[in-house]
Structure formats: structure tokens, C-alpha cells
């Protein structure tokens, strides 16, 4: 008998996370962090690369953030702003 089984050593698909806040400054309300930052987030992963988008409605509105592993850097993205951030 011969099995021939074929897998891959990464997982590549989406999540979504439902976030739940704990503040530890008291100053920063509880709804405030769900506002801003949302109350979920997507995650698309592929091998070297991933992006999370955080649902929030804040000042600057959603935010994406893009991975790149294998370049070693990321990008950061809001609905509101017209300006792309790399680090």
C-alpha cells in the first residue's frame, strides 16, 4: 500500500477576532477603545504576508495593516487619512 499525503507548514486563510477591552489607565473609558479601535478585526494570512483590518468608527475611522514578512516591513492604513505609513 502506498499513501502519498500532501500538506502545507503554514495556514492561510481569515479570522475574525472579537475584541473585548480590560482599560488599565482609567482616564481611557471602555468605549472609548471599542469606538476608536473597533469591537473586531479580519486577519487575511497568506505564507509571508498578513493584514488585519480593526473595525472601528472613530476619528480616523478602520484601520488596515499590512505585513510583509518577507520584507520586514508594514504598512498602516486609516479610512480617514490620506496618508499610507511604512515601518
Known amino acids: 500500500m502506498v499513501l502519498n499525503i500532501y500538506g502545507q507548514e503554514y495556514f492561510e486563510g481569515e479570522i475574525i477576532y ?46 488596515k495593516t499590512i505585513v510583509r514578512l518577507d520584507l520586514g516591513y508594514s504598512y498602516t492604513e486609516f479610512e480617514k487619512s490620506d496618508t499610507i505609513a511604512k515601518t
Open 18 to 63: 472579537e475584541i473585548e477591552y480590560e482599560p488599565i489607565n482609567p482616564n481611557i473609558p471602555k468605549e472609548y477603545l471599542e469606538n476608536e479601535f473597533g469591537k473586531s478585526f479580519n486577519a487575511y494570512i497568506k505564507e509571508d504576508r498578513y493584514a488585519m483590518i480593526y473595525h472601528g468608527n472613530g476619528l480616523k475611522g478602520w484601520m
